[in-house]
């Protein structure tokens, strides 16, 4: 491995090689940048790192788990030793069927550590890095859910809906230091294998047109990190041309 490159990004929940996290990092170091991806299972991060396309970029697995406050802290201080990052993305994928009455306490609170709890850590690691430059992107991956609440996922959205909320506070708190807060909301399925793992079918009859590209999508979270501090998007939808809405 040599050096890596100063300018960095931290895709935050990155999972198996067809996965958004996967996509968005693959992407980022193909434009030059190091890029730290970060998931919780050693071995499935290394064959994903390994096997993507870094271009003329570089991608190392860092491990640690986005609810843990000493784990993101450790963790932006390993990219901050190495590089000055520039873009970070919340990535991290939980979500479950749970009609109320089969909700325990334990899933729903799991549910908002995991989609919005760790946004909270890790928005406030980035920014507190990004604020002695007055410069860098924030991005949150939201879903449908993040602005329609529908069961049997109900506790999934209360918990994208705080993550919105969140990205919608910091893009005011922080946007007049010149830190780029946005919300991007999926609003699809995305062709990777937790979609093709449980709804195979549902995959095959939507077809490629039918469902969302993460390469596609890594290429506007890409854009959003170029907009020019004089028109930039808090918030955006991107879905498939098949996609009713
Ligand atoms: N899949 C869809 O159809 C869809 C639709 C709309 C929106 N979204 C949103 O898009 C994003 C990406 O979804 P995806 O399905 O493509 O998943 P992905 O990017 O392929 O994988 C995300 C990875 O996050 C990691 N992760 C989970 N909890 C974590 C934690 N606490 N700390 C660190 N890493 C963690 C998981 O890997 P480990 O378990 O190995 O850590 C998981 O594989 C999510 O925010 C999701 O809500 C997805």
């Given amino acids: ?25 693959g992407y980022f170091a193909r434009q030059g940048l190091t890029v730290f991806a970060v998931g919780r299972t050693p071995d499935r991060l290394r064959a994903t790192v390994s096997s993507l396309d870094a271009g003329p970029g570089t991608i190392l697995p860092l491990f640690g788990d986005a609810t843990s406050e000493t784990d993101i802290r450790y963790l932006f201080q390993q990219v901050a030793e190495r590089t000055e990052p520039e873009l970070v993305v919340y990535n991290v994928d939980r979500n ?3 009609p109320l009455l089969d909700t325990g306490l334990e899933l729903f609170e799991d549910l908002w550590r995991q989609n919005c709890l760790g946004g909270f850590l ?54 007049p230091q010149g830190i780029h807060v946005v919300h991007a909301v999926i609003d699809g399925v995305i062709d990777g294998d937790r979609a093709r793992a ?23 979270y890409w854009a959003l990190h170029q907009q020019p501090r004089s028109a930039w998007t808090h918030e955006l939808d991107l879905r498939p041309c098949l996609e009713s809405f």
């Fill in 96 to 98: 479950e069927r749970a």
């Fill in 198 to 220: 449980q709804f195979p079918d549902f995959v095959a009859a939507k077809g490629p047109e039918g469902l969302l590209d993460p390469v596609a999508i890594a290429g506007t």
């Fill in 122 to 175: 890790v928005a406030r690691e980035a920014i507190r890095h990004f604020l002695p430059r007055q410069r860098g992107t924030l991005i949150v991956t939201g879903a449908t859910a993040s602005l329609r609440a529908r069961p049997p996922f109900t506790a999934f959205a209360a918990a994208k809906a705080g993550l919105r909320a969140l990205a919608q506070g910091l893009a005011r708190e922080y946007g």
């Fill in 1 to 25: 491995m040599g050096k890596p490159h100063p300018r960095s990004a931290v895709v935050v929940g990155v999972g198996p090689v067809h996965g958004l996290g996967a996509g968005l990092a």
